[in-house]
């Protein structure tokens, strides 16, 4: 290898000998090394070259005969003589003078030297010896050291150039200097860098940058560029990189040609190459052809190169092909590859050398730091070429699959947000929409924190305020991106950007805007969670959130008091200023008289117990030992405990409060808090709830009451031995009316009430599993206990009754109805086959007084003419006591409750949800049941009889219809959009205390649990209906039809279709994280099609077989609103992803629909707004999804319009029966609405357009335009107020679409298609003019609700008859054009006399039409009485 390249050297040196007369000075060791193979080469030296080494060769021996006096003599002497003094060893040479001073002085000094020019040969030959010594070589080509001489003034620069440099600015030295310095070159081309300690050929290259003047630069560089095909690698990126500092303007382009030849010679010279070509002016030709070359490296190029060759790819990019070269160069670019794998970094504590491991580190920071270099070269270009920035937004933007997107493409948005103020929005707009689409998932964010902390540190401003944004979004994806931006920066950045996070999070929960605040104070428990010492040292930017505490709900109050605590007690000595803060807010808030102070001092107080009583780890490195801290702990707890204690026992609704929110802090830290510290408290709680609330049952009760007390609802008749009852009328009378009977004074300070009843028994079942390890096997005689309620057959008694007894009764009857649903809350999971048949029992039992309260209700409502419930029905909302006033607006489930008939009890029971006691998830297990036995036991324990317990229809509705709402609150569906500006309404959370801390993921896995059994029942409603369906066949109203428990499955079918829609419209189902449990959810339904097969099948094969599951169902649904749920349903499950054929069969399943006929049980058929909206719903359902849309509107325009014209009044279309006179309004808006939707997606004509394709798109406009004048002329026959405005509205839109779209095709295809244009033309014409009589229909009956849409559509009208006369000019046919003036008309065609013409003998102008042949005869539909003064009939100029 060496002696190869000492030929090429030799060889090279042989042609410049020849052509130059260049002179080779090559030292005897590496001579010596290639005498043996290049010793041919330089016998064939030419004779010049031979002639002048001898002269140099004699010169040097007779220099070194005389002791070196003469030559070095001159060197020397002259360079002294000038300002230098050349210093031997490590010293720099030292000049005394200015530069070019030194530089004019030995010019001078050489041309009046008396042998010159001699001379000068004489001064190189000294240089020459002087250099061949290392150190003094060194010297001459690095700086030299200013001096000041002794009693010289001059002074001189801090930084001097190199005596090489000074020698080279000089005229008549420079072209031998030149010709010296490339002769040492080769002396160093086997050299390993650092044997001297220093890189001279580098040093040699960089004398010839920025000379003043070059004499020769062709020469120069044409011998630098032959240079760098024989020298070592090393050598060549020396010289490579050099060039541009070295090249004349002119040189640039023949150089980069050369250049880039070499850089497809191969890949070692390629970032040089690069690096220089940047800084290069190339021509746009020469550039492609560079930039496709370094694309094709970008994936196997060192990282230390990377930069080089993405600068050089950036560099220049111009606007026509920026996309198309920044799409290239992110799909090569993958950061994956930057960093060094996990399991390499985790592994690092491992190693067991620690030169491994710091060898290992430095890789890592190497690494960060090229990535580093990557990102600011990208900065560079971005910042300086707007058409970069443009162009990799649109790159981002144009990618579509979700695995394409890298962690890159979120640092480059973060890149142009934070550099390029102009760009912000579009890149805020293209991360938002890439957020929603799921492709920009919060594991892409979290690798790009961990992986590049370093480069995104840089952008932590727009991180803070992109997170800002985020968190005031409406879509969930958006709000949960930028809150995992918040704690990525707070986990990676340093402590001002985490105190910077933590203000920023404190400024949203203080903002007072509700989703803002949940979210921030979620991302504040996670952060307390996981980072406590972190988030500890910012403590007191969180405690300023007491602060502001008026706005926050219950929900909130509680998080905030957990994150407080949790800072307060998880560091002892840090959080005890946090602590006493917590004390004096809560004594305050509890000493308080206002209501909502009292309970959010309860709720304070509470979640601090949780965080004191919360058991701890042995080795928590506290530094008390365990008795120490039990004690402190426990005397913290008792302060706490007394003081709610005492200010609760007087007020039963805060103590109601108090014991839900003991109950809720036992439920969700099950297994997790030290029950040794409560072990007084409870034991209080377990003697105090018998003695306050159950009794002996006895046949009868002392005392006097409105109504007489009766023992009802008893499951355990047979055990008359220590039978229990609730003690339950009495309560109610003390409280309500302050009766005290003889037998049950209460010696306590403590006031008993039955507010307090469900409470404590909830907090005491689930106190008592906490010990006894989920066992209720001490209280399960409260199951089936009685109740002392009064007898319940009201039937016709409610008339006879006072005010004050009806209002007793229906708070008796809340008060039951709320200790059944918590007993239900208590035993729905016990496994016991008794159990379990008196869960259902008590359900039944709920159903009964629920219907019960509903007959009371309406009577009090009808009695006090609408009056507010008694006072004591707001002391039901024991369970929901947390919020203001509940919410009473009714929400859609709601609604459409009320709707339904007076039959169901529940309807009547919908604004009082809030007062009921909240069913917990885990009840709807009972939905599992299917037939259960209840034994019956008789005294000897032996079976006596068996009876079948069923989950009845009853009882299935009540369920279901509460699940449902459930549902709908917590589980957000994918559609909904935020209200600019929502009203101020009540806490949301009313009435779900319980659900609200359950995360939406929880809840609907709950709901994927029980989808079999509600598939199974589901399954059971449509062979119930299709039975019915074959029993009534033919038959329109069969009296032996139930029409109630036809209206109860109805509403059962359609609470099921709700629970399903909820479930899968749910938009948590778009994020990535949540796949798994949309496949376990889809594969529970696509197996009861294919029972075992479903476990391998693809996520869209699942998609399939559901959604023909699914489909099944349309033959049974018995209520359009059914048919309306179940196409939503279908259409929520079909959109991930929409297949063809699944479009198809939605638009079946939706014309289905609308041609069925709909009627009640009793007979009527079906309406209402209810309805309407629905089948509004439906028909653009049917329309969006139709694969002709134009067609199917003609179908119903054409064909249902006309029968529904020739039925009776009440009647219908007979091919769309739910087309009547009352829904066409509906009909007539949706069809109009997607008429002039449909005509946008008609691209607009183009002059390159063929024959064929024009011919196509006329086609499509002549349907459209006749669509549109069958629905015009519609409203001669229907003329209701909200069909004219929908008219002109859409009229309006359809004239600006044609405008916009058609007339540019009409332009260009006016001569191939004369006659279809004219035909067309003339339809719109006929449309346009009615619209002009709708217009004038509208003023003459002044109706400003019309008249608003009559100056834009005349407007409108007004344009399309000049731009027909501007088409006509473009084809050469003005003649064809003239314009008449149009009467005004009412919408039969009548004239309207009050604007008659005066001329009225002239003719009749609105007939005018134009010349057969022609297009567009009277196009002035645009005219009205304003332009009756203008001109008459008269043909425009041609």
Same mark, same amino acid.
């Given at each position: 290898?060496?002696?190869?390249?000492?030929?090429?050297?030799?060889?090279?040196?042989?042609?410049?000998?020849?052509?130059?007369?260049?002179?080779?000075?090559?030292?005897?060791?590496?001579?010596?090394?290639?005498?043996?193979?290049?010793?041919?080469?330089?016998?064939?030296?030419?004779?010049?070259?031979?002639?002048?080494?001898?002269?140099?060769?004699?010169?040097?021996?007779?220099?070194?005969?005389?002791?070196?006096?003469?030559?070095?003599?001159?060197?020397?002497?002259?360079?002294?003589?000038?300002?230098?003094?050349?210093?031997?060893?490590?010293?720099?040479?030292?000049?005394?003078?200015?530069?070019?001073?030194?530089?004019?002085?030995?010019?001078?000094?050489?041309?009046?030297?008396?042998?010159?020019?001699?001379?000068?040969?004489?001064?190189?030959?000294?240089?020459?010896?002087?250099?061949?010594?290392?150190?003094?070589?060194?010297?001459?080509?690095?700086?030299?050291?200013?001096?000041?001489?002794?009693?010289?003034?001059?002074?001189?620069?801090?930084?001097?150039?190199?005596?090489?440099?000074?020698?080279?600015?000089?005229?008549?030295?420079?072209?031998?200097?030149?010709?010296?310095?490339?002769?040492?070159?080769?002396?160093?081309?086997?050299?390993?860098?650092?044997?001297?300690?220093?890189?001279?050929?580098?040093?040699?290259?960089?004398?010839? =940058?920025?000379? @003043?003047?070059?004499?020769?630069?062709? *020469? !120069?560089? #044409?011998? +630098?560029?032959?240079?760098?095909? /024989?020298? %070592?690698?090393?050598?060549?990126?020396?010289?490579?990189?050099?060039?541009?500092?070295?090249?004349?303007?002119?040189?640039?382009?023949?150089?980069?040609?050369?250049?880039?030849?070499?850089?497809?010679?191969?890949?070692?010279?390629?970032?040089?190459?690069?690096?220089?070509?940047?800084?290069?002016?190339?021509?746009?030709?020469?550039?492609?052809?560079?930039?496709?070359?370094?694309?094709?490296?970008?994936?196997?190029?060192?990282?230390?190169?990377?930069?080089?060759?993405?600068?050089?790819?950036?560099?220049?990019? =111009?606007?026509? @092909?920026?996309?198309?070269?920044?799409? *290239? !160069?992110? #799909?090569? +670019?993958?950061?994956?590859?930057? /960093?060094? %794998?996990?399991?390499?970094?985790?592994?690092?504590?491992?190693?067991?050398?620690?030169?491994?491991?710091?060898?290992?580190?430095?890789?890592?920071?190497?690494?960060?730091?090229?990535?580093?270099?990557?990102?600011?070269?990208?900065?560079?270009?971005?910042?300086?070429?707007?058409?970069?920035?443009?162009?990799?937004?649109?790159?981002?933007?144009?990618?579509?699959?979700?695995?394409?997107?890298?962690?890159?493409?979120?640092?480059?948005?973060?890149?142009?947000?934070?550099?390029?103020?102009?760009?912000?929005?579009?890149?805020?707009?293209?991360?938002?929409?890439?957020?929603?689409?799921?492709?920009?998932?919060?594991?892409?964010?979290?690798?790009?924190?961990?992986?590049?902390?370093?480069?995104?540190?840089?952008?932590?401003?727009?991180?803070?305020?992109?997170?800002?944004?985020?968190?005031?979004?409406?879509?969930?994806?958006?709000?949960?991106?930028?809150?995992?931006?918040?704690?990525?920066?707070?986990?990676?950045?340093?402590?001002?950007?985490?105190?910077?996070?933590?203000?920023?999070?404190?400024?949203?929960?203080?903002?007072?805007?509700?989703?803002?605040?949940?979210?921030?104070?979620?991302?504040?428990?996670?952060?307390?969670?996981?980072?406590?010492?972190?988030?500890?040292?910012?403590?007191?930017?969180?405690?300023?959130?007491?602060?502001?505490?008026?706005?926050?709900?219950?929900?909130?109050?509680?998080?905030?008091?957990?994150?407080?605590?949790?800072?307060?007690?998880?560091?002892?000595?840090?959080?005890?200023?946090?602590?006493?803060?917590?004390?004096?807010?809560?004594?305050?808030?509890?000493?308080?008289?206002?209501?909502?102070?009292?309970?959010?001092?309860?709720?304070?107080?509470?979640?601090?117990?949780?965080?004191?009583?919360?058991?701890?780890?042995?080795?928590?490195?506290?530094?008390?030992?365990?008795?120490?801290?039990?004690?402190?702990?426990?005397?913290?707890?008792?302060?706490?405990?007394?003081?709610?204690?005492?200010?609760?026992?007087?007020?039963?609704?805060?103590?109601?409060?108090?014991?839900?929110?003991?109950?809720?802090?036992?439920?969700?830290?099950?297994?997790?808090?030290?029950?040794?510290?409560?072990?007084?408290?409870?034991?209080?709680?377990?003697?105090?709830?018998?003695?306050?609330?159950?009794?002996?049952?006895?046949?009868?009760?002392?005392?006097?009451?409105?109504?007489?007390?009766?023992?009802?609802?008893?499951?355990?008749?047979?055990?008359?031995?220590?039978?229990?009852?609730?003690?339950?009328?009495?309560?109610?009378?003390?409280?309500?009316?302050?009766?005290?009977?003889?037998?049950?004074?209460?010696?306590?300070?403590?006031?008993?009430?039955?507010?307090?009843?469900?409470?404590?028994?909830?907090?005491?079942?689930?106190?008592?599993?906490?010990?006894?390890?989920?066992?209720?096997?001490?209280?399960?005689?409260?199951?089936?206990?009685?109740?002392?309620?009064?007898?319940?057959?009201?039937?016709?008694?409610?008339?006879?009754?006072?005010?004050?007894?009806?209002?007793?009764?229906?708070?008796?009857?809340?008060?039951?109805?709320?200790?059944?649903?918590?007993?239900?809350?208590?035993?729905?999971?016990?496994?016991?086959?008794?159990?379990?048949?008196?869960?259902?029992?008590?359900?039944?039992?709920?159903?009964?007084?629920?219907?019960?309260?509903?007959?009371?209700?309406?009577?009090?409502?009808?009695?006090?003419?609408?009056?507010?419930?008694?006072?004591?029905?707001?002391?039901?909302?024991?369970?929901?006591?947390?919020?203001?006033?509940?919410?009473?607006?009714?929400?859609?489930?709601?609604?459409?409750?009320?709707?339904?008939?007076?039959?169901?009890?529940?309807?009547?029971?919908?604004?009082?949800?809030?007062?009921?006691?909240?069913?917990?998830?885990?009840?709807?297990?009972?939905?599992?049941?299917?037939?259960?036995?209840?034994?019956?036991?008789?005294?000897?324990?032996?079976?006596?009889?068996?009876?079948?317990?069923?989950?009845?229809?009853?009882?299935?509705?009540?369920?279901?219809?509460?699940?449902?709402?459930?549902?709908?609150?917590?589980?957000?569906?994918?559609?909904?959009?935020?209200?600019?500006?929502?009203?101020?309404?009540?806490?949301?959370?009313?009435?779900?205390?319980?659900?609200?801390?359950?995360?939406?993921?929880?809840?609907?896995?709950?709901?994927?649990?029980?989808?079999?059994?509600?598939?199974?029942?589901?399954?059971?409603?449509?062979?119930?209906?299709?039975?019915?369906?074959?029993?009534?066949?033919?038959?329109?109203?069969?009296?032996?039809?139930?029409?109630?428990?036809?209206?109860?499955?109805?509403?059962?079918?359609?609470?099921?279709?709700?629970?399903?829609?909820?479930?899968?419209?749910?938009?948590?189902?778009?994020?990535?994280?949540?796949?798994?449990?949309?496949?376990?959810?889809?594969?529970?339904?696509?197996?009861?099609?294919?029972?075992?097969?479903?476990?391998?099948?693809?996520?869209?094969?699942?998609?399939?077989?559901?959604?023909?599951?699914?489909?099944?169902?349309?033959?049974?649904?018995?209520?359009?609103?059914?048919?309306?749920?179940?196409?939503?349903?279908?259409?929520?499950?079909?959109?991930?992803?929409?297949?063809?054929?699944?479009?198809?069969?939605?638009?079946?399943?939706?014309?289905?629909?609308?041609?069925?006929?709909?009627?009640?049980?009793?007979?009527?058929?079906?309406?209402?707004?209810?309805?309407?909206?629905?089948?509004?719903?439906?028909?653009?359902?049917?329309?969006?999804?139709?694969?002709?849309?134009?067609?199917?509107?003609?179908?119903?325009?054409?064909?249902?319009?006309?029968?529904?014209?020739?039925?009776?009044?009440?009647?219908?279309?007979?091919?769309?029966?739910?087309?009547?006179?009352?829904?066409?309004?509906?009909?007539?808006?949706?069809?109009?609405?997607?008429?002039?939707?449909?005509?946008?997606?008609?691209?607009?004509?183009?002059?390159?357009?063929?024959?064929?394709?024009?011919?196509?798109?006329?086609?499509?406009?002549?349907?459209?335009?006749?669509?549109?004048?069958?629905?015009?002329?519609?409203?001669?026959?229907?003329?209701?107020?909200?069909?004219?405005?929908?008219?002109?509205?859409?009229?309006?839109?359809?004239?600006?679409?044609?405008?916009?779209?058609?007339?540019?095709?009409?332009?260009?295809?006016?001569?191939?298609?004369?006659?279809?244009?004219?035909?067309?033309?003339?339809?719109?014409?006929?449309?346009?003019?009615?619209?002009?009589?709708?217009?004038?229909?509208?003023?003459?009956?002044?109706?400003?609700?019309?008249?608003?849409?009559?100056?834009?559509?005349?407007?409108?009208?007004?344009?399309?008859?000049?731009?027909?006369?501007?088409?006509?000019?473009?084809?050469?046919?003005?003649?064809?054009?003239?314009?008449?003036?149009?009467?005004?008309?009412?919408?039969?065609?009548?004239?309207?006399?009050?604007?008659?013409?005066?001329?009225?003998?002239?003719?009749?102008?609105?007939?005018?039409?134009?010349?057969?042949?022609?297009?567009?005869?009277?196009?002035?539909?645009?005219?009205?009485?304003?332009?009756?003064?203008?001109?008459?009939?008269?043909?425009?100029?041609?």
């Amino acid at each position: 290898m060496l002696q190869h390249q000492g030929a090429l050297v030799q060889a090279w040196l042989q042609e410049e000998g020849n052509n130059k007369g260049f002179v080779t000075m090559v030292s005897k060791r590496k001579l010596s090394k290639v005498d043996v193979s290049g010793e041919s080469c330089k016998t064939d030296l030419p004779s010049r070259c031979s002639e002048t080494k001898k002269l140099r060769i004699s010169d040097t021996e007779k220099a070194s005969a005389h002791g070196g006096v003469e030559d070095e003599g001159v060197f020397e002497e002259l360079l002294r003589t000038s300002g230098i003094i050349l210093k031997a060893g490590e010293g720099q040479n030292e000049i005394a003078v200015d530069q070019m001073a030194f530089q004019k002085k030995l010019c001078l000094a050489l041309e009046k030297h008396p042998t010159y020019p001699g001379v000068v040969k004489q001064f190189i030959s000294g240089l020459e010896s002087h250099i061949k010594d290392r150190n003094q070589f060194k010297n001459c080509l690095l700086p030299c050291t200013p001096i000041r001489t002794e009693g010289s003034r001059t002074l001189v620069h801090s930084y001097c150039e190199s005596l090489i440099k000074l020698l080279l600015g000089i005229k008549i030295l420079q072209p031998a200097v030149i010709t010296l310095l490339l002769e040492k070159i080769p002396e160093f081309f086997f050299d390993i860098v650092g044997t001297f300690g220093t890189n001279f050929p580098r040093l040699i290259v960089n004398q010839f =940058k920025w000379l @003043d003047r070059l004499l020769d630069s062709q *020469d !120069l560089v #044409k011998k +630098l560029m032959q240079m760098i095909h /024989v020298s %070592p690698v090393p050598i060549q990126h020396d010289i490579i990189t050099s060039l541009p500092e070295i090249l004349e303007d002119s040189q640039q382009s023949e150089v980069a040609t050369e250049l880039s030849c070499l850089l497809k010679q191969g890949r070692r010279l390629t970032v040089p190459i690069l690096d220089a070509l940047s800084r290069l002016d190339l021509d746009a030709g020469l550039l492609a052809e560079v930039r496709q070359s370094a694309m094709t490296i970008v994936p196997s190029v060192k990282l230390e190169d990377l930069p080089v060759v993405v600068k050089f790819i950036l560099h220049n990019v =111009k606007a026509a @092909d920026a996309v198309e070269v920044i799409s *290239d !160069l992110r #799909k090569s +670019l993958d950061l994956s590859s930057c /960093v060094l %794998p996990l399991q390499i970094l985790g592994s690092q504590k491992k190693l067991k050398s620690q030169v491994q491991a710091s060898s290992s580190m430095s890789q890592v920071t190497t690494s960060q730091n090229c990535v580093k270099l990557l990102f600011d070269v990208i900065k560079l270009a971005v910042r300086f070429q707007k058409d970069v920035s443009e162009a990799w937004i649109k790159a981002i933007e144009n990618t579509t699959s979700v695995s394409d997107h890298k962690v890159l493409d979120l640092i480059v948005l973060l890149l142009i947000h934070s550099t390029n103020t102009k760009n912000r929005k579009q890149t805020e707009k293209v991360l938002r929409s890439k957020i929603r689409l799921g492709c920009m998932s919060e594991q892409l964010m979290q690798n790009a924190f961990q992986n590049h902390s370093m480069v995104i540190k840089d952008f932590f401003p727009s991180i803070l305020a992109l997170a800002q944004t985020f968190l005031h979004s409406a879509h969930p994806a958006i709000v949960s991106f930028g809150s995992c931006m918040y704690k990525q920066a707070f986990a990676t950045f340093d402590s001002y950007c985490q105190q910077e996070v933590v203000t920023a999070l404190v400024t949203h929960v203080c903002s007072g805007n509700e989703t803002e605040l949940d979210i921030s104070l979620d991302v504040l428990t996670d952060l307390v969670m996981l980072h406590t010492s972190l988030l500890m040292r910012y403590a007191t930017f969180v405690k300023t959130i007491l602060d502001s505490t008026q706005k926050l709900n219950p929900c909130q109050i509680r998080k905030l008091f957990y994150i407080l605590s949790t800072l307060a007690f998880s560091q002892r000595q840090e959080g005890s200023y946090i602590q006493d803060d917590m004390h004096m807010v809560i004594r305050k808030w509890l000493s308080s008289t206002v209501p909502n102070h009292k309970q959010m001092g309860i709720i304070g107080a509470v979640t601090m117990i949780g965080s004191v009583a919360l058991k701890r780890n042995e080795g928590d490195g506290s530094s008390l030992e365990r008795p120490e801290l039990n004690s402190e702990r426990d005397g913290q707890l008792s302060t706490l405990l007394d003081l709610v204690g005492f200010c609760c026992e007087q007020t039963p609704e805060v103590l109601a409060l108090y014991y839900d929110e003991l109950a809720s802090l036992i439920e969700k830290q099950k297994g997790n808090l030290d029950l040794q510290l409560l072990e007084e408290f409870g034991r209080s709680l377990v003697e105090d709830f018998p003695t306050d609330f159950v009794v002996d049952l006895s046949p009868t009760v002392d005392g006097s009451f409105l109504f007489p007390v009766k023992s009802l609802y008893n499951l355990d008749e047979d055990e008359s031995q220590g039978a229990i009852a609730i003690n339950l009328l009495p309560l109610v009378s003390q409280s309500e009316l302050g009766r005290v009977t003889d037998g049950m004074s209460n010696q306590s300070k403590r006031v008993v009430s039955p507010i307090c009843l469900s409470p404590c028994f909830r907090l005491l079942r689930l106190y008592t599993g906490e010990q006894n390890s989920g066992s209720l096997e001490e209280i399960d005689a409260l199951l089936g206990c009685p109740l002392y309620l009064t007898d319940l057959e009201v039937e016709g008694k409610l008339d006879s009754l006072s005010k004050q007894e009806r209002e007793f009764l229906c708070s008796l009857l809340f008060y039951a109805l709320n200790w059944f649903r918590e007993v239900i809350n208590a035993f729905c999971q016990q496994q016991d086959a008794e159990m379990k048949g008196k869960v259902l029992t008590r359900l039944e039992n709920i159903t009964e007084l629920q219907t019960v309260l509903g007959k009371c209700l309406a009577g009090k409502r009808k009695k006090t003419d609408g009056s507010k419930a008694g006072s004591s029905d707001r002391s039901q909302a024991d369970d929901s006591s947390e919020g203001n006033q509940p919410d009473t607006e009714l929400s859609e489930l709601e609604k459409i409750a009320a709707e339904r008939e007076a039959g169901n009890p529940l309807v009547q029971l919908q604004s009082y949800r809030p007062y009921f006691r909240e069913l917990d998830l885990e009840v709807f297990t009972v939905l599992h049941c299917g037939l259960l036995t209840k034994s019956v036991l008789d005294t000897e324990m032996h079976t006596e009889a068996r009876e079948v317990v069923q989950l009845g229809p009853a009882e299935l509705c009540f369920l279901l219809d509460d699940l449902c709402w459930k549902l709908e609150h917590v589980l957000t569906p994918g559609s909904t959009r935020r209200v600019p500006f929502p009203k101020e309404r009540g806490y949301k959370d009313i009435g779900f205390s319980h659900l609200c801390q359950r995360s939406p993921k929880e809840v609907a896995m709950c709901v994927v649990k029980l989808l079999k059994p509600l598939c199974s029942h589901m399954e059971n409603m449509h062979n119930y209906f299709q039975a019915v369906v074959m029993q009534n066949r033919g038959v329109e109203d069969d009296p032996g039809m139930n029409i109630q428990e036809h209206q109860l499955m109805s509403s059962c079918y359609q609470q099921l279709l709700l629970t399903f829609r909820s479930l899968f419209a749910w938009n948590g189902f778009s994020q990535r994280e949540n796949t798994d449990l949309l496949r376990s959810a889809l594969q529970v339904l696509a197996d009861r099609l294919k029972p075992g097969e479903t476990e391998f099948l693809l996520l869209e094969e699942l998609i399939s077989e559901s959604f023909q599951y699914l489909l099944n169902f349309q033959q049974s649904v018995p209520s359009f609103h059914c048919a309306f749920i179940l196409t939503q349903l279908l259409i929520a499950i079909a959109e991930k992803p929409m297949a063809g054929w699944k479009k198809e069969k939605m638009a079946s399943l939706a014309k289905q629909f609308l041609c069925q006929s709909w009627v009640k049980p009793g007979g009527d058929r079906e309406k209402g707004s209810q309805f309407n909206s629905a089948l509004h719903t439906l028909l653009c359902v049917y329309l969006e999804h139709t694969d002709n849309i134009l067609k199917a509107i003609e179908e119903i325009s054409s064909v249902g319009v006309p029968e529904l014209i020739n039925s009776a009044k009440d009647g219908c279309s007979s091919t769309y029966p739910t087309l009547s006179r009352q829904t066409f309004p509906v009909f007539f808006r949706v069809m109009m609405a997607q008429l002039e939707s449909s005509v946008k997606s008609i691209p607009a004509g183009k002059p390159s357009d063929s024959s064929e394709v024009q011919l196509e798109k006329l086609l499509r406009w002549n349907i459209a335009v006749r669509n549109f004048h069958i629905l015009v002329n519609l409203v001669k026959v229907f003329d209701s107020r909200p069909v004219l405005s929908i008219c002109l509205k859409y009229g309006r839109l359809f004239v600006e679409a044609f405008l916009k779209l058609a007339m540019p095709l009409l332009d260009y295809s006016f001569k191939k298609h004369r006659d279809d244009v004219q035909s067309l033309l003339k339809t719109l014409q006929l449309s346009t003019r009615q619209l002009h009589h709708i217009c004038g229909h509208s003023k003459i009956h002044q109706d400003i609700g019309l008249t608003n849409h009559v100056p834009l559509l005349k407007k409108s009208l007004e344009q399309f008859v000049y731009r027909v006369k501007a088409m006509l000019a473009f084809n050469h046919c003005q003649e064809a054009f003239w314009v008449g003036i149009l009467k005004n008309r009412d919408l039969q065609g009548e004239e309207i006399l009050s604007q008659a013409s005066e001329e009225r003998d002239s003719g009749e102008e609105d007939s005018a039409e134009s010349l057969a042949e022609e297009p567009s005869g009277s196009d002035t539909d645009a005219s009205d009485e304003e332009s009756a003064a203008g001109p008459g009939p008269s043909p425009a100029q041609p």
